[in-house]
């Protein structure tokens, strides 16, 4: 998760303690809550008014329509929104699905389907249907070490991180997709899977590489504000 970080302020503490009888659950006068604390409502309206931030859902297809082509509008449109009503956004970004079904939703392709059909990285079905709690649930997911998704991804990030977005007063952070095993996650990991994702040539050291790669493209693209 690549999330923007203000400075703490200083724990105040009193000159003196003492001892008393009871439970005391106070805080020292000078602590205050950080301006960006909160709940997080995702992608609906919050429906209290303790919940003080929201959260949206983007998908790497709509933000990279066609090769070199990103569009950032609905992200940078959200946050002005958001900063309006002095709320805070947190973004999970869906990257290397080709299919989602849960019980809640069926999502389309997250990779763009330029990527897809130029490169035709391998597909592998996370056989997400073994966990017994939700039957029927379906998670297909392009290898993330395929060489041309991988570029393309990183192109992506670095475009992402020219945008303006990484710098926004109002970005409260990117949830960035991994491995998983949250019903609806992007890589999601049993035993079957596993065996299908050797088969498509996954290795320890290929997909160590391939998870740290990423979250070292994220940093650079976000910079000091990672």
Known sequence: MIVRMAALP????????????????????????????GLVS???????????????TLRWADLNPAPGVYDFSRPLAILKAA???NRKVLFRL??????????????????PAWLLERDKPPVVDMA???DRTYPGCVVRVAVPWDPGLETAHRDFIRALGASGIPSHPA????????ISTSLGEEF???????????????????LEESFAGRLRAWAKAFGPDA
């Open 42 to 56: 995702m992608d609906r309206e919050a429906a209290r008014p303790e919940i003080l931030h929201e959260g949206h």
């Open 83 to 85: 900063a309006a009503r």
């Open 94 to 111: 869906r990257t290397f699905t080709t299919y989602v079904k849960t019980p809640w939703s069926e999502e389309p392709p997250a990779v």
């Open 188 to 206: 999601w990991f049993t035993r079957t899977a596993f065996t299908r994702l050797v088969k498509a040539g996954m290795t320890a050291s290929l």
């Open 10 to 37: 200083a724990l105040m503490v009193a000159a003196a303690v003492t001892a008393t009888n009871g439970w005391d659950f106070s805080l020292p006068s000078g602590t205050a809550p950080r301006p960006d604390a």
């Open 128 to 130: 997400a249907d073994e």
């Open 171 to 178: 970005l409260l952070g990117f949830y960035v997709h991994g």
